[in-house]
């Protein structure tokens, strides 16, 4: 069953999809820059920072995330835990410490699983602390080798449904991609979900 949406492109030109209430928007950038209330972190299980994007939010962050992070004691695959945003400026206010699967092909649809659990623990997260908006990256698709053509349409799956739920406070959802390669992945994603 498809979920009724709008897409749009925005004034800047980035594509974007009207979902009830909400809105998904594509960007191109540095998600440390999203300008939305949390972002999403692609964290390791131990939570103790790493290289891509968690090594980003890290060093913006600063050395008191890891003071954040350190009492949760890591985290499992497919969920997330929630932290106050260190040294990141506002309006950023928390972080979202997601882990995504290593991929494998042999175990594809574990990992479309956990992935998509992944971002739905995000999302749950954001409404326990009246997050209107959020900004999420590429979850494991860097370095866990989850193809990006894959992970794409299951992530935007994830917060379309959540938008679509209705009563939320989360109202905007941003997915900043790291390359043009990666915006026009998540581009065709969302004009093809768009379309159902």
Known sequence: MGIACTFERAEDGMPEIVVGAGRIRLVQGDIVQAKTDAIVNAANASLAGGGGVDGAIHRAAGPELYELTRPFGGCATGSAVIT???????P????????G???????DAE???LLRSAHEVSLRLCEEKAVESVAFPAISTGVYGFPIARAAPIALQAAMEH?????RSVKRVVFVLFTPADL???SEALASLGQG
């Open 84 to 90: 106050g945003a260190g040294r990141i400026p506002l």
């Open 92 to 99: 950023t206010r928390f972080i979202v410490h997601a882990v």
């Open 101 to 107: 699967p290593r991929y494998s092909t042999a175990r």
């Open 111 to 113: 990992c479309a699983a």
């Open 163 to 167: 938008l679509k739920a209705g009563e």
């Open 184 to 186: 026009q992945v998540f």
